[in-house]
């Protein structure tokens, strides 16, 4: 049976449906692009996680690479569980990949995307209960381009959360 909070974006090359969910982490400039990305990824898998590369420039990533002369800081985003690293001086950087992850329903024929965005594939953060030494690492040479993601107010801070 098909919940209420859900919105459908589109089907993959083996047919299944996609379903947007209230909570996903859906960026609004990827959105366009996800029947191209859907008509490269079959199911059967309980989950999906794609980089597709579009051979074209297709917009802009806010994760970039990182360096001891860039000014850092961290802050909470929306329905995140904890601190994300962001870069201050910065821009974000034209890519031609994007990147989906998709989960099937534990009882439906359909997967809900858990995430899209434009860019390369970034690692779990730091705080996600599943995060490795090498995701860690990742964070600690990348980060989000400031003012490209909704924070919630009051949490920034120099200090490293992890």
Request: aromatic share 10%; with cysteine; charged share 25%.
């Amino acid at each position: 049976m098909m919940r209420n909070d859900l919105s459908f974006l589109g089907n993959i090359a083996s047919g299944e449906p996609v379903y947007d969910r209230y909570n996903s982490h859906l960026h609004r400039e990827v959105q366009e692009l996800l029947p191209e990305v859907f008509a490269g990824v079959s199911g059967g898998e309980r989950f999906i996680v794609r980089e597709h590369d579009f051979g074209r420039l297709v917009g802009k990533s806010g994760c970039v690479a990182t360096s001891g002369s860039d000014v850092v800081c961290y802050a909470q985003r929306p329905k995140r569980a904890g601190l994300t690293r962001f870069v201050k001086n910065r821009q974000a950087e034209p890519s031609d990949k994007a990147v989906v992850i998709l989960k099937r329903d534990d009882y439906e024929p359909y997967y809900v995307l858990i995430t899209a965005f434009v860019g390369g594939m970034a690692a779990k953060e730091p705080w996600d209960p599943r995060a490795t030494d090498e995701d860690r690492k990742f964070w600690e040479n990348h980060a989000l381009v400031w003012g490209s993601e909704e924070i919630i107010p009051g949490t920034e801070t120099t200090v490293c959360p992890w």
